[in-house]
């Protein structure tokens, strides 16, 4: 199986699941006069599904860039990249239950539609983590060298992802509040993580490029 079909695959995955998380968010019967209670009312729900946006759409521009530096991929690849983009898909399921607990308030729903989310979220990492050092023991499936010191200040961000979402769901047995923070800050450091790999690939693109010469 060539890269090219790896790539349209998980692509079509991406795009769906970035097309359906807003069929999730649904107006509630808007009465005369009330349309903007409701509104405030829905501005929570609304900033849990932007978090799920950014967060899909994060994964998507890592899951690009990382293939940028694969040659070529073999069965076990193919596998691993399989159960990353299944993991992903599962964000739609953890939104859809973080807005209805925030929809119906009750704190105890509040706590376990955290931890959902947090968990998802560790998947997410962690499949990343496993591809990660899957190619790093399989360099004959990589197409840069040279990037070894760059790369080796990065290569445990996807463990700094799943620290922070482990603290979310410890604090989650404290407070709400704190465990949406962390939950938030662990989709931030994921955005900060892609920015650090991208430059350490494009830095690989370049001096490939380079070498080309």
């Known amino acids: 199986m060539t890269k090219e079909r790896i790539n349209a695959l ?90 209805e607990a925030l929809t119906n308030g009750n704190q105890a729903d509040i706590q376990i539609a955290f931890i959902v989310y947090d968990v998802v979220a560790i998947l997410i990492s962690g499949s990343f983590l496993v591809v990660y050092r899957f190619l790093e023991s399989n360099p004959e499936l990589r197409n840069l060298n040279g990037i070894e010191q760059h790369y080796n200040r990065i290569r445990m961000d996807p463990a700094r992802s799943v620290c922070i979402y482990l603290l979310s769901i410890g604090a989650s047995f404290f407070s709400n509040v704190l465990a949406g923070a962390l939950l938030v ?23 490939q490029a380079l070498n080309k010469r």
Not at 12 to 24: D, N, R, S
Not at 43 to 53: D, G, K, T
Not at 67 to 84: A, D, E, Y
Not at 194 to 202: A, E, G, N
């Open 10 to 99: 998980s692509d079509g995955v991406f795009a769906i699941l970035l097309t359906i998380l807003i069929l999730e968010f649904k107006p509630e019967t808007i009465h005369p006069g009330s349309l903007g209670r409701v509104l405030g009312q829905q501005v929570p729900l609304f900033l849990m599904y932007a978090m799920s946006y950014f967060y899909v759409g994060t994964s998507w521009l890592f899951h690009h860039d990382y293939f940028l530096s694969v040659k070529r991929t073999n069965r076990t690849l193919n596998i691993l990249n399989l159960g990353l983009l299944f993991t992903v898909t599962l964000v739609n399921y953890a939104m859809v239950l973080l807005i």
């Open 185 to 207: 800050a662990g989709v931030v450091f994921h955005f900060v993580a892609y920015l650090r790999f991208s430059k350490v690939i494009h830095i690989g693109v370049k001096k």
